[in-house]
């Protein structure tokens, strides 16, 4: 079986790999711990910003730090890549809004829509702080025992 060597992305190829996708993990500690739950994003500069109706993504921008993942699996190929973005989470004042839906057309960028029923009229954004990534490359030699 052959394997691939792991290849450290830069700042500016994570965050491209970031902008290609829309759905990601909004990371975050709750009482019970970890919690990785996802959401329909978009990217605006250096800013993750996604829309909720509330509870726990919310109150999870109160936190001093979040985490944001998204990925690419390539099974057949045994291939991917994954980017976490770290950074201070809050809620876009509603008075905020507009200019933020602004700079996102400005951008190219469409808002982000999302999947699941309900009135989800809060906006979250979560300003990139440090952003790390990985992705399989080439193969490597393998290994003989």
């Known amino acids: 079986m052959s394997q ?3 290849e450290k992305l830069s700042r500016h190829e994570c965050l491209e790999l970031l902008r ?3 759905v990601g993990r909004l990371v975050y500690h709750d009482d019970a711990g970890p ?3 996802p959401v329909n994003y978009a990217i605006v500069g250096d800013t993750i910003v996604f829309r909720v ?3 726990s993504k919310r109150q999870a ?3 001093p730090v979040v ?3 998204v990925d690419q699996l390539d099974v057949d190929h045994k291939g991917g890549w994954s980017v976490l973005a770290r950074g201070a989470g809050q809620e876009v004042p509603l008075d905020d809004v507009a200019a933020l839906l602004h700079e996102l057309r400005q951008s190219g960028v469409d808002p982000p829509l999302p999947w699941a029923s309900g009135v989800h009229n809060v906006w979250l954004r979560i300003t990139i702080n440090t952003v790390s990534g990985r992705r ?3 193969e490597s ?3 003989v025992f």
């Open 141 to 143: 030699s393998p290994l």
């Open 53 to 55: 109706e509330g509870g």
């Open 61 to 63: 921008m109160t936190l």
């Open 20 to 22: 290609q996708k829309t």
């Open 67 to 69: 985490a944001f993942e």
């Open 35 to 37: 919690v990785a739950e």
């Open 136 to 138: 399989l490359g080439r």
């Open 4 to 6: 691939k060597e792991i």
